[in-house]
Each structure stands twice: as structure tokens, then as C-alpha cells.
């Protein structure tokens, strides 16, 4: 088995209503979802089979249903919530999730503010 394999979404993009404060639970922005699913592609390498992988249009539909269904407090929550959704919902080894809030309330010049988990299969962090 390949221990380095991975499968990767980047710049997901979602308008959805996330905050500490009550205006962001109200007016909503943008959050940019990466994220990585470990496992192993070996047998879809050789097969050429979409049923030996993990189909990146499923996963894509339960990441926004995750940003999309509920309003949270904090981005920790949404990263968490998508790493759980996604570990329960495909066979995967671990999953690295990073949730960007690029128009976080904050007083001050900056690109990007984002928050970072890894969580494997089984639940042991």
C-alpha cells in the first residue's frame, strides 16, 4: 500500500453565515474549504475504475452541505464537522481539512485567515 497517496480539493468556495459575531451570522461571506483525503489509489491507479477511488463530486456535495446546512460560531467547528462527515462518509486513511475566512472581522490588513485540522480514520486524533 502507497502511504502517500491523497486526493486533493482546493479553493472550495461557499457564501454561508459562520461567526462569533451577530452581523456575520446575518449579512454571511465567503469561506474557501481545502481539503486532502489520504488513501490509497493503487487499485484505481491500475484499474482505471472510479468505484476503486474516492469520487471527489461526492465529496465536494458533503463538504457543502456541511458549510452550507447550519450557521456555527467558529470556523474550528466547520473544520471539524467536515473532517467527521468526511471520515464516516468515504474509506480514507486521514483527512487534512482548512477552513479560510478571508473577510474575517479583523481591524487590520490581511489575506486570508484560516484554521487547519488532520484527523485520521477511528477517531484518534
Same mark, same amino acid.
Given at each position: 500500500?502507497?502511504?502517500?497517496?491523497?486526493?486533493?480539493?482546493?479553493?472550495? /468556495? #461557499?457564501? !454561508?453565515? =459562520?461567526? !462569533?459575531? &451577530?452581523? /456575520?451570522? *446575518?449579512?454571511?461571506?465567503?469561506? *474557501?474549504?481545502?481539503? @486532502?483525503? #489520504?488513501?490509497?489509489?493503487?487499485?484505481?491507479?491500475?484499474?482505471?475504475?472510479?468505484? @476503486?477511488?474516492?469520487?471527489?463530486?461526492?465529496?465536494?456535495? $458533503? *463538504?457543502?452541505? %456541511?458549510?452550507? @446546512?447550519?450557521? =456555527?460560531?467558529?470556523?474550528?467547528?466547520?473544520?471539524?464537522?467536515?473532517?467527521?462527515? $468526511?471520515?464516516?462518509? #468515504?474509506? %480514507?486513511?486521514?483527512? +487534512?481539512?482548512?477552513? =479560510?475566512? &478571508?473577510?474575517? &472581522?479583523?481591524?487590520? *490588513?490581511? +489575506? @486570508?485567515?484560516? $484554521?487547519?485540522?488532520?484527523? &485520521?480514520?477511528?477517531?484518534? !486524533?
Amino acid at each position: 500500500m502507497s502511504g502517500h497517496d491523497a486526493i486533493h480539493l482546493r479553493g472550495l /468556495e #461557499f457564501y !454561508a453565515y =459562520h461567526g !462569533a459575531l &451577530p452581523e /456575520e451570522q *446575518i449579512l454571511g461571506q465567503k469561506f *474557501i474549504i481545502d481539503i @486532502d483525503l #489520504f488513501v490509497d489509489l493503487s487499485r484505481s491507479g491500475s484499474s482505471d475504475q472510479v468505484q @476503486d477511488t474516492i469520487h471527489y463530486g461526492e465529496v465536494y456535495n $458533503v *463538504i457543502k452541505t %456541511c458549510v452550507m @446546512d447550519d450557521k =456555527h460560531q467558529l470556523i474550528e467547528y466547520l473544520a471539524e464537522k467536515i473532517a467527521q462527515t $468526511v471520515l464516516a462518509q #468515504f474509506n %480514507c486513511k486521514s483527512v +487534512r481539512v482548512e477552513v =479560510h475566512k &478571508p473577510q474575517a &472581522p479583523v481591524a487590520g *490588513i490581511f +489575506r @486570508d485567515v484560516s $484554521v487547519e485540522i488532520w484527523r &485520521p480514520a477511528g477517531g484518534t !486524533a
